[in-house]
């Protein structure tokens, strides 16, 4: 089983950028679809990227669409979230998260994930 870590969030200002990582431990974390999600303060938890198992495939919320990039390197076992030109309201904790899937398998529900991992603040001062 998969065990996920965040981090690189942090503070930034509004227009600037973060990239957030997410190591995963464990065996077969190419076998996972992986995605990001957030949750700021009073809000639901919010769909914010998805990946294939391969990384040839990708789905993105509208309010993230050209600012983020999500990227994985199955060799490290790593997740990534690249995020530019970051405007006040993505500030919140931001979490990835894995589901079994093959092909070209996206997951953009939150319930379909069944690994989670701790979370990391993000910040965007204007």
């Known amino acids: 089983q998969v065990q996920l870590v965040e981090s690189g969030g942090g503070l930034v200002q509004a227009g600037g950028s973060l990239r957030l990582s997410c190591a995963a431990s464990g065996r077969a974390f190419s076998s996972y679809v992986m995605g990001w999600f957030r949750e700021a303060p009073e809000k639901w938890r919010e769909f914010v990227a998805t990946?294939?198992?391969?990384?040839?495939?990708?789905y993105y919320a509208d309010s993230v669409k050209g600012r983020f990039t999500i990227s994985r390197d199955n060799a490290n076992n790593t997740l990534y979230l690249s995020m530019n030109s970051l405007k006040p309201e993505d500030t919140a904790v931001y979490y990835c998260a894995a589901a079994p899937g093959h092909g070209d398998n996206l997951y953009v529900y939150s319930g379909t994930y069944d690994l989670w991992g701790q979370g990391t603040q993000v910040t965007v001062s204007s």
């Open positions: 990946i294939n198992w391969s990384g040839s495939s990708t």
